[in-house]
């Protein structure tokens, strides 16, 4: 598949580019938790065009993209919306892809349930 002029190599969980490292669902999962939430909308689509157009190769390189990220085991943990947002993904910086595990209001984030998706 062509994505503005870019192969797109799509496989069940991610979308693979060159300089687009997010998953296929990714706008899915974005537009489902706006619904939600729509005061998070503007703040998780400006994330998305700025992971969209990164090329990560690792950790420190998201930090200065991005400065509100944690790593938590194998996973990387995007605060949105001053606190009030937290957005776990998994990155593969060989392949390129990132694959968002879950967003969370900040209570659900506290129970720590998500950590058990991010354990190797």
Known sequence: MVYRGVAV???????KCEGCPCASSAG?????TAVKHSEW?????????VAKNAQWKHFAE????WRSV?????????DIANNRCRQIAW????REK???????EHTEYGREKWKDDCNP
Request: proline share 0%; hydrophobic share 45%.
């Open 9 to 15: 190599l799509l496989d069940k969980d991610f979308a």
């Open 41 to 49: 909308e503007a703040l998780l689509s400006a994330w998305y065009k």
């Open 70 to 78: 944690d790593r938590v085991s194998t996973c990387i943990v995007f």
């Open 28 to 32: 899915k999962k974005i537009r489902e």
């Open 98 to 104: 990132l694959l968002i595990r879950h967003i969370l």
């Open 91 to 94: 990155i593969n910086y060989e």
């Open 62 to 65: 998201i930090r200065q993209t």
